[in-house]
């Protein structure tokens, strides 16, 4: 009896302690903003896409996009930058409404980039834009709303978007 009760913990114990490890997704809605943080050093959160997660400026590697309140002139704009040294940003396209934004974002299959951007700049809800890592994988991505407004005398800067990443570094984009 005392064999049966210690076996059965034994199966019990395996079988709880087993976990499975879900596969880090390729698609989403998420939010990135400019909120500065200190520790030891100042940093903020951008979002990497092939982590499918938000990730600090301080982490190496870091997110593949942070946004930033560009205010060098009268008027405050949004812009994504690349944390990768290279020309990573096309613009696809800017959209009335978010019923045309969301349909040419779902039908956006394949695309062709002619000139690549340093930052993703202006960015404004109802674009459709394609960024390329460092290491040459590919993400589409609509912009679905943005803030830009001031929070206690300081810029503050949201994005919420919706992506797509491509991890076999082809500009093909896989169906719904």
Known sequence: MKRIVVLLLAIFSILTGC????PTRTSGIDTIDNITYFSTTYYNYGFS?????LVSTNLNPGPDITILVN????TPRLTLQANNLKASFYKTGDYPDESAA??????????SVTQWQDMAD???ANQVWIYRSGTEKYTKFRIVSTINE???????GECSFQWVF???????????
């Open 122 to 124: 202006p960015i404004s």
């Open 102 to 111: 969301k349909s040419s974002f779902d039908n956006l299959k394949t695309v």
């Open 150 to 156: 001031t929070r206690q005398t300081i810029p503050y």
């Open 166 to 176: 491509q991890p076999d570094g082809s500009l093909t984009f896989p169906g719904k």
């Open 71 to 74: 205010v060098d002139n009268t």
């Open 49 to 53: 896409f092939s982590g499918a997660k």
């Open 19 to 22: 976990t499975k490890k879900e």
